[in-house]
């Protein structure tokens, strides 16, 4: 099983300002098989990035990916008040699916 | 416009069952994998189950084989998630997602809104 670890844990930043979220797998996700996700409290997560580098549907271009192997990177270029969730990356390259612990973007 | 609906939240004791269910509305329902990800209070996402109700090719999560079943009813586009014997540690939100690829299954794009289901004596 591959395991995701994320960090930091927490990243406090102030809108306007970059943000740098990192994924981290135990061995090569293969095909660059990973997703990142937002989710907001109660609320459902929703897909931003796949294939390592793919926007979603409708996602803002301040939103990007990076990475292949073992590590991968989010990038939000400038914070917006709706950004100010939790991100959770996944991969999808082996069985089982698996997901990240979450890295939380929270106001400064 | 694509759609997941879930079931209504569940209490439920100890060693009771349970079935919940999510239905896709919006596309062709047998084209696309039908996952369930379980979130505990707090906590983040894990991986149970995934279905292609096309063929019924179902995937388990080792953490979850032989204590869910999934399965899904293709004429009424609906993908269910069992359990025979519930536990207080089942305590979670368990969300479906529509999930993308045809061989395996891949990312998920669009997502129900969850089922709450609660256990306790």
């Known amino acids: 099983e591959i395991v995701l670890t994320q960090s930091p844990g927490t990243l406090s930043l102030s809108p306007g300002e970059r943000a740098t979220l990192s994924c981290r797998a135990s061995q090569s996700v293969s095909g660059s098989y990973l997703a990142w996700y937002q989710q907001k409290p109660g609320q459902a997560p929703r897909l931003l990035i796949y294939g390592a580098s793919s926007g979603a549907t409708g996602i803002p271009d301040r939103f990007s990916g990076s990475g292949s192997g073992t590590d991968f990177t989010l990038a939000i270029s400038r914070l917006e008040p709706e950004d100010f969730a939790v991100y959770f990356c996944?991969?999808?390259?082996?069985?089982?699916?698996?997901f990240g612990g979450g890295t939380k973007v929270e106001i400064k | 416009e694509v759609q997941l609906v879930q079931s209504g939240a569940e209490v439920k004791k100890p060693g009771e069952s349970l079935k919940i269910s999510c239905k896709g509305s919006?596309?062709?329902?047998?084209?696309?994998?039908i996952g369930w990800v379980r979130q505990m209070p707090g906590q983040g996402l894990e991986w149970v189950a995934i279905i292609y109700p096309d063929d019924s090719d179902t995937r388990y999560s080792p953490s979850f084989q032989g204590q869910v079943t999934i399965s899904a009813d293709k004429s009424i586009s609906t993908a269910y998630l069992q359990w025979g014997s519930l536990k207080a540690s089942d305590t979670a939100m368990y969300y479906c997602?529509?999930?993308?690829?045809?061989?395996?299954?891949?990312?998920?794009?669009?997502w129900g809104q969850g089922t709450l289901v609660t256990v306790s004596s």
């Open positions: 919006g596309y062709s329902f047998t084209s696309y994998w």
């Open positions: 996944q991969q999808y390259g082996s069985s089982p699916l698996t």
């Open positions: 997602a529509r999930g993308l690829g045809v061989t395996a299954p891949r990312h998920f794009d669009y």
